[in-house]
């Protein structure tokens, strides 16, 4: 449901399986992560993109996730450092 497009945190997507729409926390290979508690990831095959953040919103959420523990800020760290943007940039 995913092919052709890029799925990064902050953008929205609609979860096919429970009926839901997620804000994406992070995507990891094969697995994305929402936004909320609890905490969890599903098949990124299950979804499909509803809304394209911005370049902002992106940046945004991932800081505001890279602030908090576990999974979720390791994968913001990661994709800040990739972007070269440090976690108080």
Known sequence: MTEGCVIRASDIVHHEPTGEDWVVAYVNGERL??????????NLNDCWLKK??????HIKLLHEIAKSDGPRARRACEALAALSIGKGN
């Open 33 to 42: 992560a929402w936004c909320g508690w609890p905490e969890g990831e599903a």
């Open 52 to 57: 394209t953040c911005t370049d902002e919103e």
